[in-house]
């Protein structure tokens, strides 16, 4: 199951520092974003959060579109900016075994 094995890896992940620290940001990217369409566009939190999700992750169901002019140019930045890390965070979290099974096979590596 790679959901199961994606929050292995999460819970995992929390105790490396440099993972710990994308993941809060990415907290912090997601609450931000969740607080702007809240407040802004008038959604309500899980609206606005499922929004950012949905946008950051590349879906884009098109179900939820900002209405003014400022939300729209918010997304446009907030893409740009936000896109990076989830993307990270992910590539982090899936690759996070194999590494982890790198180091075990491989008793004469440099790290």
Not at 24 to 43: M, P, R
Not at 45 to 59: A, E, H, N
Not at 65 to 84: H, N
């Amino acid at each position: 199951m790679p959901l199961l094995r994606f929050v292995k890896n999460a819970r995992a992940g929390v105790k490396v520092p440099e993972v710990r620290m994308l993941m809060i940001t990415a907290v912090l990217v997601l609450a931000a974003g969740s607080w702007f369409y809240h407040n802004i566009e008038g959604w309500s939190w899980i609206d606005s959060l499922y929004f950012c999700v949905i946008t950051l992750t590349t879906i884009g169901y098109g179900d939820f579109t900002p209405q003014t002019d400022v939300g729209k140019i918010f997304t446009i930045v907030y893409v740009f900016m936000g896109l990076g890390l989830i993307v990270s965070l992910i590539e982090v979290l899936s690759a996070h075994p194999i590494k982890h099974s790198v180091n075990k096979t491989s008793p004469n590596s440099l790290d």
